[in-house]
Each structure stands twice: as structure tokens, then as C-alpha cells.
């Protein structure tokens, strides 16, 4: 019996397309384009084979197999698609479970909590709608009926398709695909293979997380950091890496901004210690060393970061925050939702909108490092009546380092338009990098910028200090940095009886490390400011 009879050539065809767009479903806004429609997707023809050669009960199951698989990967890939469009990263399905709520809460803040219900709800019917439409296609091609022969051979030819879609994904499993697969196939069934093997390495990252946090001998403690008597600042300095003290291109430089810096500091009655930490990243993504300082866990790849906010971990700020200061994060490159700050234990979080900022970007840099530090007085340490316990993630010094702020009156700084000038006229990134030796000059004069900008701030309020804990987030680039180290420089400034606290380390007394200094973890430091600034904990184990 031909299939015509039992099924319609129109309703075969509507079905197949519909299962077609279930496949080619784009999870990544870049993959956006008319030229997707006319991929095939190879797990196509292995569904429709099966769908035919399935009889009685099996093809019920069949129908309710795929169903369920192509409906899962369809919400999947709808979460990638909004977790690269608000985030920039795919979505990972046993971390980011945490971040819905967060989410929520966020999209609430938005638009309205009404608005944000009634598109939970139609995300909700849409669903519906596609398990419903998935359904009746499956439905279609299972009540064809060739000849048994026919169905036979539909069975082995299912099999083989399936082999060949299988085979190519087996090719891509252990490295990271773009997006968009190249023109000609899409396999739908990579992003369910990645996703697997991402959630595989989550949980087991997670597990030995959660067993940290639980054994974590800080948790929920109130009485720390009781030394302190003051508002404390952790600042990450970008791109701020060893090279700036060893290599010859950049040491002349930053070392006597650093030498001048501690005589000026010195003469204002601060008093300074400097030392080596080993970052978890290198060249970029500086989310993985603020996440390790505060954790105190070594956090060096998206998974293991996914991990560390998933598992209940307390940060720095969650214990400062419960001993009695307001935390916060001052954060002017954050220009996207940033939902993961839910869990980071950050009282206020300011991200780049915030801060009030009418000037000129200096091209990636939203704003100079002048303006974030007068922000942080202007929104955070003056009108909040507690000590504040804040992270600030500077911009100035990260690529493309073109153009380069120049110091202002602090006092004329205003909501930042007098900067105007600094970028008029600059030359471009492209003209800057097509030259890597002038890209090189380009880094040099950016850090020392970020240096000179923290140095004067803490001079600003040596009348009054903060005890500031400084230190770079990771290396530049291999070819800028010319130095394949991990380690950064850290200092701490302040008070000299803060500052006492932590001479059993070993570090100089100034802004330049010894060459000789014992590097120690980034994951240690949590730790061992805990350790340093809290009475009674010489029986409690702390990191390094």
C-alpha cells in the first residue's frame, strides 16, 4: 500500500519541515541568517526512516522518543540562544539552574513584574505548543506503511543515517564548535553531545566544590575581619602581570612609577607590602581570578566557574558582608545582564550603567579608571554610613589600550564629558594593531596609567585610608606580555598597623616585590586576609 493513500503528500511535507526547523533551531544569535534554512540536518532523514519503519507499540515509543529528545534540544538551544544574547556564553544545564531565579528577578527590574510573568507564561504556552506540533509531525510519518520489505529496509537505512550523523559528531566531541555548523549540514545532535559532556564535568566539578564549601571552616561565622576598622578595597588591576616588573619593554617604566608611588605614599604615612600570586588565566577572561580570590577555590575554566557559583560556597563578601560591612562590586566593563552576581555576596553592584558616566568610551573601555574610583566615593564609600567592603575591576589597561586617559583633577571630573579631548584626534585600533611593537608601547603606557590612577587615589585619602588590597587580575597576551608566567603582583596598602598584619608573609615593604618572593595561589588569599585580619584564628587551618 503506497503511503499517498494513508497519508497526504502535503501533510508529509509540513511535517517534515516542521521537524526540519526543530533541527536547524539556531542556539547562538550569530546563527541567525536565511542561509540556515537551507542546511540539512543529518539526524533528518535517520528520524523519518525510523518513524516509517517502526509498527505497534514501538512506534508509539519511537513517537514519544523523539518528541521528547527534539523538545528538550529545543529549549536548550532557546537558552543558549538568550544566554548568548544577555551573557555572551552558552547555557550550562546543572549550573545556571541557580541563576533562574536571579534571572527573573532581573528581567522583573526590566520591564515590570507583570510584563516578566506574562512572558514566563508565554514561554510556558510555546513550549506547549511545540511538544504539541512535534507530536503530530511524528504522528504523520508513523502511520505510513510501506510493504514489509520496505519497512525493513527503512530500519537498516534509519540505522546507517543515524551512524553518519553519530560519526561526524563523534569527530567534534572534546573541543568547542562555533555556533554555525559549515554550509551544507547541521547536527542538532552536537549541542545535546556537548551539553552532556559539559554537565558531566559541572557535576564533578560541583561535587568536589560542595564538599569544600561543606568543610569550609569560615562558614557562617560573624566575628571576622575584626582588625579592620575601616572600609577595605580589593581592586583588580587588568591585564597587570609580572611582565610589568621583569620584561625590559615595560620594567623601567612601571618600576619607577612604583618606586616614586611608595615614596609618595611613604611621605603621607601609609604604609605598603608587595608580593607575587599565581593567576588561574592568562590573557583574558578575568571573571576566573576574581572568582578564585574570593572563593578561595582554584577556578580556572567556565566549568569549574559555573561550579563554584552553584555550590554554595561563601565568598569574602558573604563573610564580610555577615561581620559587618556593606559589600559591593564596581564594575564599569559589565554592559550585559550579569545575573551570577546573585550568589557572589555583593550587597550593591554597580556595573557600567550605573556609574553615571556621560563621556567618551575609549573604545572597548567604557570609562577611564579615574572616573570608576571617584564613582566608587561618589556612589558607594561616602553615602553608605558602614564600612564597605567593595571589589573594583579597573578598564584603562585592557586591550586595545588605544587611547590612553590621562590624569585629571579629581575634583573636575564631574559625570566624566572632560574627557572628551583625550579621544579626540587618537589614532584607531586598527592603525595601532598592525604594528605589535607599537600595540607593546600602547600596553606599557595603559598600565602605567592604571597604576599612577591607584597610586594617587590612595594618596587622595591618606588622611583617612582604606586598606586597599591591589593586584592584577592576569598576564597581557602571550605577544604582548613576552612572558608565559601566570603570576601578578599584589599590594597592600594602608595603615601601618593594617599593614603589620600581614609582614609574617614575606613580602616587601613598597610597591616592588622582591624577584625572589615565594609566588603563592590566587585560592590562598581568601584566606590569608581572613587570617591576618581576624583575632583568634591561629588554631583554624587558612590557605597557604
Same mark, same amino acid.
Given at each position: 500500500?503506497?503511503?499517498?493513500?494513508?497519508?497526504?503528500?502535503?501533510?508529509?511535507?509540513?511535517?517534515?519541515?516542521?521537524?526540519?526547523?526543530?533541527?536547524?533551531?539556531?542556539?547562538?544569535?550569530?546563527?541567525?541568517?536565511?542561509?540556515?534554512?537551507?542546511? !540539512?540536518?543529518?539526524?533528518?532523514?535517520?528520524?523519518? /526512516?525510523?518513524?516509517?519503519?517502526?509498527?505497534?507499540?514501538?512506534? !508509539? %515509543?519511537?513517537?514519544?522518543?523523539?518528541?521528547?529528545? /527534539?523538545?528538550?534540544?529545543?529549549?536548550?538551544?532557546?537558552?543558549?540562544?538568550?544566554?548568548? +544574547?544577555?551573557?555572551?556564553?552558552?547555557?550550562?544545564?546543572?549550573?545556571?539552574? %541557580?541563576?533562574?531565579?536571579?534571572?527573573?528577578?532581573?528581567?522583573?527590574?526590566?520591564?515590570?513584574?507583570?510584563?516578566?510573568?506574562?512572558?514566563?507564561?508565554?514561554?510556558?504556552?510555546?513550549?506547549?505548543?511545540?511538544?504539541?506540533?512535534?507530536?503530530?509531525?511524528?504522528?504523520?510519518?508513523?502511520?505510513?506503511?510501506?510493504?514489509?520489505?520496505?519497512?525493513?529496509?527503512?530500519?537498516?537505512?534509519?540505522?546507517?543515517?543515524?551512524?553518519?550523523?553519530?560519526?561526524?559528531?563523534?569527530?567534534?566531541?572534546?573541543?568547542?564548535?562555533?555556533?554555525?555548523?559549515?554550509?551544507?549540514?547541521?547536527?542538532?545532535?552536537?549541542?545535546?553531545?556537548?551539553?552532556?559532556?559539559?554537565?558531566?564535568?559541572?557535576?564533578?566539578?560541583?561535587?568536589?566544590?560542595?564538599?569544600?564549601?561543606?568543610?569550609?571552616?569560615?562558614?557562617e561565622r560573624d566575628d571576622?575581619?575584626?582588625?579592620?576598622?575601616?572600609?577595605?578595597?580589593l581592586v583588580f588591576v587588568?591585564?597587570?602581570?609580572?611582565?610589568?616588573?621583569?620584561?625590559?619593554?615595560?620594567?623601567?617604566?612601571?618600576?619607577? +612609577?612604583?618606586?616614586?608611588?611608595?615614596?609618595?605614599?611613604?611621605?603621607?604615612?601609609?604604609?605598603?607590602?608587595?608580593?607575587?600570586?599565581?593567576?588561574?588565566?592568562?590573557?583574558?577572561?578575568?571573571?576566573?581570578?576574581?572568582?578564585?580570590?574570593?572563593?578561595?577555590?582554584?577556578?580556572?575554566?567556565?566549568?569549574?566557574?559555573?561550579?563554584?557559583?552553584?555550590?554554595?560556597?561563601? +565568598?569574602?563578601?558573604?563573610?564580610?558582608?555577615?561581620?559587618?560591612?556593606?559589600?559591593?562590586?564596581?564594575?564599569?566593563?559589565?554592559?550585559?545582564?550579569?545575573?551570577?552576581?546573585?550568589? *557572589?555576596?555583593?550587597?550593591?553592584?554597580?556595573?557600567?550603567?550605573?556609574?553615571?558616566?556621560?563621556?567618551?568610551?575609549?573604545?572597548?573601555?567604557?570609562?577611564?579608571?579615574? !572616573?570608576?574610583?571617584?564613582?566608587?566615593?561618589?556612589?558607594?564609600?561616602?553615602?553608605?554610613?558602614?564600612? @564597605?567592603?567593595?571589589?573594583?575591576?579597573?578598564?584603562?589597561?585592557?586591550?586595545?589600550?588605544?587611547?590612553?586617559?590621562?590624569? @585629571?583633577?579629581?575634583?573636575?571630573?564631574?559625570?566624566?564629558?572632560?574627557?572628551?579631548? *583625550?579621544?579626540?584626534?587618537?589614532?584607531?585600533?586598527?592603525?595601532?594593531?598592525?604594528?605589535?611593537?607599537?600595540?607593546?608601547?600602547?600596553?606599557?603606557?595603559?598600565?602605567?596609567?592604571?597604576?599612577?590612577?591607584?597610586?594617587?587615589?590612595?594618596?587622595?585619602?591618606?588622611?583617612?585610608?582604606?586598606?586597599?588590597?591591589?593586584?592584577? $587580575?592576569?598576564?597581557?597576551?602571550?605577544? @604582548?606580555?613576552? $612572558?608565559?608566567?601566570?603570576?601578578?603582583?599584589?599590594?597592600?596598602?594602608?595603615?601601618?598597623? /593594617?599593614?603589620?598584619?600581614?609582614?609574617?608573609?614575606?613580602?616587601?615593604?613598597?610597591?616592588?616585590?622582591?624577584?625572589?618572593?615565594?609566588?603563592i595561589g590566587m585560592d590562598?588569599?581568601?584566606?590569608? /586576609?581572613?587570617?591576618?585580619?581576624?583575632?583568634?584564628?591561629?588554631?583554624?587551618?587558612?590557605?597557604?
Open positions: 500500500m503506497s503511503p499517498g493513500r494513508l497519508v497526504g503528500p502535503v501533510l508529509l511535507l509540513l511535517s517534515a519541515l516542521l521537524l526540519h526547523l526543530l533541527l536547524i533551531q539556531p542556539n547562538h544569535p550569530g546563527a541567525m541568517t536565511w542561509q540556515a534554512l537551507f542546511l !540539512f540536518p543529518l539526524e533528518l532523514p535517520a528520524i523519518l /526512516l525510523a518513524l516509517i519503519a517502526a509498527s505497534g507499540r514501538v512506534a !508509539f %515509543v519511537s513517537r514519544l522518543a523523539v518528541t521528547v529528545l /527534539l523538545c528538550l534540544l529545543a529549549v536548550l538551544k532557546a537558552a543558549d540562544f538568550a544566554f548568548f +544574547t544577555a551573557l555572551g556564553r552558552g547555557f550550562n544545564p546543572v549550573a545556571d539552574i %541557580v541563576l533562574v531565579g536571579a534571572g527573573f528577578r532581573l528581567l522583573s527590574g526590566a520591564i515590570g513584574l507583570v510584563p516578566a510573568i506574562l512572558a514566563a507564561v508565554g514561554a510556558v504556552i510555546a513550549t506547549a505548543l511545540v511538544v504539541r506540533a512535534t507530536w503530530w509531525a511524528t504522528g504523520v510519518w508513523a502511520r505510513v506503511q510501506p510493504p514489509m520489505l520496505a519497512r525493513g529496509a527503512a530500519g537498516a537505512a534509519a540505522i546507517a543515517a543515524a551512524g553518519v550523523a553519530v560519526g561526524e559528531i563523534g569527530q567534534t566531541m572534546g573541543r568547542w564548535r562555533l555556533p554555525v555548523d559549515p554550509p551544507g549540514a547541521a547536527f542538532t545532535a552536537r549541542v545535546a553531545v556537548e551539553r552532556v559532556g559539559l554537565a558531566r564535568r559541572t557535576l564533578a566539578e560541583l561535587r568536589d566544590f560542595r564538599i569544600a564549601a561543606l568543610r569550609d571552616p569560615m562558614a571576622l575581619f575584626d582588625l579592620i576598622d575601616r572600609d577595605v578595597l587588568e591585564s597587570y602581570g609580572r611582565a610589568s616588573l621583569d620584561t625590559d619593554l615595560y620594567a623601567a617604566t612601571h618600576r619607577q +612609577t612604583l618606586r616614586d608611588g611608595a615614596r609618595r605614599l611613604e611621605a603621607a604615612g601609609l604604609a605598603m607590602a608587595s608580593g607575587f600570586v599565581s593567576a588561574p588565566t592568562q590573557g583574558g577572561q578575568s571573571w576566573l581570578s576574581h572568582a578564585t580570590f574570593a572563593n578561595g577555590l582554584w577556578v580556572n575554566g567556565q566549568t569549574k566557574y559555573s561550579a563554584v557559583l552553584a555550590s554554595g560556597r561563601e +565568598t569574602l563578601f558573604h563573610l564580610a558582608a555577615r561581620s559587618g560591612f556593606h559589600t559591593a562590586a564596581v564594575m564599569p566593563q559589565i554592559t550585559l545582564d550579569w545575573p551570577e552576581s546573585a550568589v *557572589m555576596g555583593f550587597d550593591t553592584i554597580l556595573a557600567a550603567a550605573d556609574l553615571g558616566y556621560e563621556g567618551p568610551a575609549f573604545n572597548w573601555v567604557t570609562m577611564p579608571d579615574q !572616573f570608576t574610583f571617584a564613582a566608587l566615593d561618589r556612589l558607594v564609600r561616602d553615602p553608605i554610613d558602614q564600612p @564597605v567592603f567593595a571589589q573594583l575591576a579597573t578598564g584603562s589597561s585592557h586591550a586595545p589600550w588605544v587611547p590612553v586617559p590621562e590624569l @585629571v583633577e579629581w575634583d573636575a571630573i564631574g559625570d566624566g564629558r572632560i574627557f572628551q579631548l *583625550m579621544v579626540e584626534g587618537a589614532p584607531t585600533p586598527e592603525e595601532v594593531w598592525r604594528d605589535r611593537d607599537r600595540v607593546r608601547e600602547q600596553y606599557r603606557k595603559a598600565v602605567d596609567y592604571a597604576l599612577s590612577n591607584v597610586i594617587d587615589y590612595a594618596a587622595r585619602h591618606a588622611d583617612d585610608p582604606p586598606l586597599m588590597i591591589v593586584t592584577g $587580575d592576569h598576564q597581557a597576551a602571550d605577544f @604582548v606580555a613576552l $612572558d608565559d608566567r601566570s603570576d601578578v603582583p599584589v599590594h597592600v596598602i594602608g595603615p601601618p598597623e /593594617l599593614v603589620a598584619q600581614v609582614r609574617d608573609w614575606g613580602w616587601r615593604p613598597g610597591l616592588v616585590p622582591a624577584p625572589d618572593t615565594p609566588v590562598r588569599m581568601r584566606d590569608r /586576609l581572613i587570617g591576618a585580619f581576624t583575632s583568634g584564628l591561629a588554631a583554624i587551618p587558612l590557605g597557604g
